[in-house]
Structure formats: structure tokens, C-alpha cells
């Protein structure tokens, strides 16, 4: 152990370097073991040991601890960093904030980029789904039919509604007729007059 009452022998490693006898009341024996050689030479390189004591002797002992812990490691980056000592050490942390900072911002892009591509492929389900279902299908098989007659029809209708100026809600509303109106074509072909009645009279009301 080290400290106040430490003997000739075992002289802490300032005492030691300065080949002097280490006193009881030594102010760096508590911080500056034997072992603590190394760490002792860098901060007497740094500050030079006047400053060390007077760096030690102006704070209030319960503080005594971290000022010397503090110099041990400004030291340390010092000899790290001969340029830079712990300045060097905050601008390289600064740095690699700013470049975390930066990839962060791309991650943060590349994850709106990829919600608007999911957004816009329920979008266009949404809208296949729409139009399968005006689409006309096989009254036996319920596959989809050619979308070519129901175009048709839906352009012969729509011709209609362009009158009314609003030709772009019709169009929609159209084609579903149509599909209803091909669907009836192929069950029953006796219905045609009667479902292409149904569906002007329907026209007519709008
Ligand atoms: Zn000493």
C-alpha cells in the first residue's frame, strides 16, 4: 500500500522519479503508486510536476481523484495523439457523429423510398382488383373475358355522357354496366333487348 506513510522503499512513483524521499504527508502518493510509473511520466511530461501539486493542492480533496484522473488520460491522448491530444480525440468523435448523422439521413430516405413502393403496390392491386371486377368472366369457368366488347360498349354509353360534362365519373360506371350487360349476352342472349333497356333507362335517370 501506498500513501501517507509510505517508507524510502516503497516511494510513489513521483517521489521516485524525482529520487527523493517520499514524505507522509506526500500530496501524490495517494494517486501515484509505484506501479503507476508510466502513467506518472506522462503527466509529468505533460504538465511538469509543479503543476501536477498545484493542480492537486488548489481543489477540495474529495475532487482530488478525478483532477488527477483527468490528467492521466489528456496525458495518455497526448502521447496517442502528439498533434491533437484530446482535441484531436473530441474533433475525431465530432466527426464520426456528423457521418453517423449523415448515413442515418440515408437510411431514413431509403425507408420513405421503400414505403411509397409499398404504398403504391396496394395502390395498383387495388386498382386491378377494381377493374377485374368490371371486367366480363365465363359464366362456366369464371375466367375473364376479353375486355374488347365491354369497351365497347362502354364507349358507345360514354358517348352519352359527355353531354353531361362529366365524362371521366361515367366511364367507369359505364364499363360496369357493360360488363353486367356482356355477362347477360352470354347466359341468355334472349335478355339482350331487355337488359340493354334496363341499363338506358338507367342512363336516363342519371
Ligand atoms: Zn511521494
Same mark, same amino acid.
Not at 502528439?82 to 491530444?85: I, K, S, T
Given at each position: 500500500m501506498t500513501g501517507p506513510g509510505t517508507n524510502v522503499s516503497q516511494a510513489c512513483a513521483a517521489c521516485k522519479h524525482q529520487r527523493r524521499k517520499c514524505a507522509p504527508?506526500? &500530496?501524490l502518493a495517494p494517486y501515484f503508486p509505484p506501479h503507476r510509473q508510466a502513467e506518472f511520466l506522462n503527466v509529468h511530461k505533460l504538465f511538469g510536476i509543479r503543476n501536477i501539486i498545484n493542480a492537486v493542492k488548489t481543489v477540495d480533496p474529495n475532487q482530488r481523484e478525478i483532477v488527477v484522473r483527468s490528467m492521466i488520460e489528456e496525458a495518455e491522448l497526448r502521447v496517442m495523439d &502528439?498533434? *491533437? *491530444?484530446s482535441c484531436g480525440m473530441v474533433k475525431s468523435l465530432y466527426d464520426k457523429c456528423e457521418q453517423v448523422k449523415v448515413e442515418l439521413d440515408m437510411v431514413f430516405q431509403q425507408l420513405a423510398i421503400c414505403r411509397a413502393k409499398s404504398k403504391n403496390v396496394e395502390v395498383r392491386r387495388g386498382v386491378r382488383s377494381f377493374y377485374d371486377n368490371l371486367m366480363p368472366r365465363h359464366p362456366g369457368n369464371g375466367a375473364l373475358r376479353p375486355p374488347r366488347n365491354n369497351i365497347e360498349i362502354s364507349k358507345k354509353t360514354s358517348v352519352k355522357n359527355e353531354n353531361d360534362g362529366v365524362e371521366a365519373l361515367q366511364i367507369g360506371v359505364n364499363e360496369e354496366k357493360g360488363a353486367k350487360k356482356m355477362r347477360n349476352i352470354d347466359i341468355n342472349k334472349e335478355s339482350r333487348e331487355i337488359e340493354e333497356n334496363d341499363l338506358d333507362k338507367e342512363d336516363v335517370k342519371q
Open positions: 504527508d506526500c &500530496p &502528439p498533434v *491533437g *491530444g
